[in-house]
């Protein structure tokens, strides 16, 4: 079957960096996505990969490697409005997103 | 805003009542899809509709009906609900058919209360 893990809750300091894993078992491939939820607001797409390797926007970046079935995402210069879940997804073989729990990130002064 | 409208953003309902909650997308998207996301639990997919016609449904019980009057519109109407029902419902649209990633649009959700 197909399974995303993350990890529930993270705790980070402002101005440092974290970094939100994710692992996933699927059957075929068609990329990885990130999304961003605040609190009470809707998700809000991130980042996708599809090939292995970092990718880089801003203060955000997001790491994959198909072969170990592995995503991170790294968040640098943490700043409070960064509190928020974090959800990892990827698609099926009907390319409908099958989603992690998401990780609820708190960041402190 | 994001362009994904949902109404209402909370609604409390008996059991025995009949209730809708409604979805507009301002984006040109073909498809649209509604959500269910309950606390510290994936987001699970319930319907899809593409160019109007429902391609998904995934095992959803019949007290959820979905409704797809044109491309901009989707709505969910409730029925007889239980109180495991309770959740946050979330719409979203995309652009299928095109290159590269299906990246969806979400609303801000429908927190529905079943007492």
């Known amino acids: 079957g197909q399974n995303i893990d993350q990890p529930t809750e993270m705790t980070a300091t402002e101005g440092a960096i974290v970094q939100i894993n994710c692992t996933y078992q699927t059957s075929g491939f068609n990329g990885l996505f990130w999304y961003q939820q605040h609190a009470g607001e809707a998700p809000t797409f991130l980042s996708y990969n599809v090939l292995d390797g970092l990718e880089e926007k801003g203060r955000f970046s997001s790491f994959l490697s198909r072969s170990k079935g592995y995503s991170y995402l790294l968040l640098k210069e943490l700043q409070m409005k960064d509190s928020a879940s974090y959800l990892c997804a990827v698609p099926d073989s009907n390319y409908q997103l099958i989603w992690g729990a998401g990780t609820k990130l708190i960041i402190k002064p | 805003e994001t362009g994904v409208t949902q109404t209402p953003r909370h609604l409390v309902m008996g059991m025995t009542n009949k209730k809708s909650l409604k979805c507009e997308q301002h984006?040109?998207?073909?498809?649209m899809y509604w959500y269910k996301q309950s606390a510290k639990k994936p987001l699970e997919l319930m319907f899809v509709y593409n160019f109007k016609e429902q391609t998904e449904n995934n095992s959803v019980p019949s007290r959820f009906s979905p409704e797809c009057p044109n491309s901009s519109h989707l709505f969910l109407h409730l029925h007889t609900l239980q109180p495991e029902d309770s959740a946050l419902y979330l719409c979203a649209s995309s652009q299928e058919g095109g290159t590269g990633a299906n990246v969806l649009t979400f609303g801000a959700g429908s927190r529905l209360t079943v007492l």
């Open positions: 984006l040109g998207h073909n498809a």
